[in-house]
């Protein structure tokens, strides 16, 4: 567990003229969460949704999202992510199995897959986690909002999230068997 602690206090993962370097050559792995509050059944009862904002100065909503970190397992790389975001108290629940409920493919043509992002081809594994504990926005997150299914994929809200962030809420409610 030393080495995964040493990996939470590191401030960087690459320097920014060697990521810039490597996002023009392969695709990076990211690991997206959309946290859920679920009932004593497991049905989702609130879906959490970030507010940040955006380099070109713009806010928008959007899912717990990062890189997966050299040496760093998927369970870690949600873990640090949440924790992240969401705050220490949190406590998420990991998924048992690393089997994501999607995949999804980032490029920077925002027409190739419905997924964008326009510094690197980026492909993600997204994950459903339930969140028990008190949830706070962190580190770059201005706001975290609790919406019910029928809101997080209301058009007015998905218009709000950047990046196929709303697609990506969908395909969580659509494998949780709760889309509305």
């Known amino acids: 567990m030393a080495r995964h602690e040493a990996l939470e206090t ?14 023009g050559q392969v695709p990076i792995v990211y690991v997206e969460a959309v946290p859920v509050r679920v009932d004593h059944l ?12 955006q380099a070109d100065g713009s806010v928008s909503r959007a899912v717990v999202s990062g890189r997966v970190l050299y040496g760093e397992t998927l369970r870690e790389a ?9 705050g220490p108290e949190a406590s998420p629940r990991i998924p048992s199995g690393v089997a994501p409920f ?17 510094r690197q081809h980026a492909v993600a594994l997204g994950y459903l986690v339930a969140c028990d504990g008190e949830c706070r926005p962190a580190q770059d997150a201005l ?3 609790w919406l019910s299914p029928d809101e997080a994929v209301d058009p007015s809200i998905a218009g709000e ?12 409610l659509a494998f949780a068997g709760q889309l509305p």
């Open 10 to 23: 590191d401030p960087g993962w690459l320097p920014e003229d060697t990521i810039e370097s490597v996002r």
């Open 78 to 86: 949600l873990w640090r992510h949440l924790s992240k975001d969401l």
């Open 42 to 53: 497991g049905r989702i009862t609130k879906v959490g949704l970030l507010l940040r904002a």
């Open 143 to 145: 706001d975290l909002a």
């Open 161 to 172: 999230m950047s990046s196929g962030h709303g697609r990506l809420v969908r395909r969580a």
């Open 102 to 118: 999607t995949v999804a493919e980032y490029f920077p043509d925002p027409e190739r897959s419905g997924f964008h992002d326009p």
